[in-house]
């Protein structure tokens, strides 16, 4: 008798492994595999994963690079919006897990699965990401989340892999580590407190540096285009030099607290030294280019682009909208940023651009004004003042 095929979204971390094993054993299902890589992978540890996944004992097992769709719909805009959640976090597993999800639901359509499962616990966000772009993009295949519905502690699953003749890093596994373009996130343990950090030993690389280093980025119409005057083959390979170059001084670590989809807070450590670089250096450039109603409303804009793309919004049509006013926005957003690296932080040093609103033969703040005299000035103050001379008359104030 033929076994019904379920594709399980795979990492190679412990709770798809859990789910590996136990929609095998226990639900007697045909599991398939399917790693979407958001460009955090490298090809030795996609083949890393592969391994692991025939060693849990899956059908198949697929990778599926989905780095340029991700990059291209999702975060050019986080870039064009200066996106940060609570202005802390980039955003940086939670803007991949739709691109995953929409991914992973298009490979079980395609294989004919009968289900589709992925390792969320019921306590995150990525639940909610992860079945709503199922139950919205393949209503006909259903959800399985073994990790949710037995409500499972990581030292459970730990322990349940272990009865099942799982041999791994159990210790490293303690922590739930997500790596993609656009940054890493680090959860567990500590971030499951309130008043505790990560050890040194939980993210992925560490300081190798010391002094200070010169780090100049170049922006075409606010995509990243050069890094140290070195033009790359595509914007993906210049996030890749920023951050090989940033996590060398541990630039962008933190830890993130905020507010869940389903209401409760939470708090996650991340290293993201590629996006907190690029997304200050950007945002510098703005400041300089953009007029003051651009900035203003595009901050705006962009801050319900953040939250949305947060939770799970991805597919409401709105946000298609919004892409393109922030798209709109960056036709004068090229120029070089330079900012200065150090051990765990970074200083903006400054930028040069052709449309640098900045322009001396106006005026130089503090200093002279060249478009005006200092009659313009005395008689704009007075048309200023006019209303509120008018309220604080009409009501004796």
């Known amino acids: 008798m033929m076994k019904e095929k379920v594709v399980l979204a795979f990492s190679g971390g412990l709770d798809t492994s859990f789910c590996a094993i136990y929609l095998s054993q226990e639900k007697g299902l045909e599991v398939h595999s399917a790693v979407a890589n958001t460009g955090g992978f490298s090809k030795e540890e996609l083949d890393n994963i592969e391994k692991k996944a025939y ?14 769709d991700y990059y291209n719909k999702g975060i050019r805009y986080m870039v064009y919006g200066n996106v940060l959640r609570n202005n802390t976090y980039p955003i940086s597993v939670s803007s991949e897990r739709i691109f995953q999800a929409l991914a992973v639901i298009e490979y079980a359509k395609k294989i004919g699965a009968k289900y589709v499962a992925h390792g969320s616990t019921g306590a995150g966000n990525d639940q909610i990401r992860f079945d709503l772009a199922f139950e919205v993009l393949a209503p006909e295949i259903r959800i399985l ?9 990581r030292d459970e699953e730990i322990a349940y892999l272990r009865d099942h003749g799982v041999q791994d890093n159990f210790e490293k596994m303690a922590y739930s580590i997500n790596q993609g373009l656009w940054g890493t996130s680090i959860g567990g343990r500590e971030t499951l407190t309130s008043n505790q950090t990560l050890p040194e030993s939980a993210f992925p690389t560490h300081l190798s540096k010391e002094g200070e280093e010169i780090l100049t980025l170049e922006f075409l ?24 170059i940033g996590s060398a001084w541990a630039i962008g670590r933190d830890i993130h607290v905020g507010d869940t989809i389903i ?47 947060h939770e799970a919004q991805y597919l409401e049509p709105v946000m298609r909208d919004m892409e393109k006013f922030l798209e709109s926005s960056q036709e004068n957003v090229t120029g070089k ?13 400054g930028i040069e651009s052709e449309h640098d ?7 130089q703040y503090g200093e002279m004004n060249k478009g005006w005299t200092a009659e313009d000035a ?8 006019n209303q509120l001379k008018i309220f604080y008359s009409v009501n004796n104030k």
């Open 221 to 244: 119409k606010g995509q990243l285009k050069s890094v140290n005057g070195k033009t790359h083959h595509s914007t993906i390979d210049a996030i890749r030099e920023v951050e090989r």
């Open 337 to 349: 940023v330079i900012i200065k690296l150090l051990p765990y932080t970074f200083q903006l040093v």
């Open 263 to 309: 209401g409760i807070k939470g708090r996650v450590g991340f290293e993201a030294a590629a996006p907190m670089l690029i997304i200050k250096a950007h945002h510098l450039l703005e400041k300089h280019t953009l007029t003051k109603w651009q900035q203003y409303w595009k901050e705006q804009l962009s801050n319900w682009y953040g939250m949305f793309l």
């Open 145 to 153: 989340t073994p990790t949710r519905d037995l409500a499972l502690s």
């Open 55 to 68: 060693d849990l004992g899956v059908k198949s097992h697929k990778a599926l690079d989905i780095t340029a």
């Open 357 to 363: 609103l900045m322009n001396s033969s106006f005026g």
């Open 378 to 385: 005395k008689g704009y103050t007075k048309i200023l003042g």
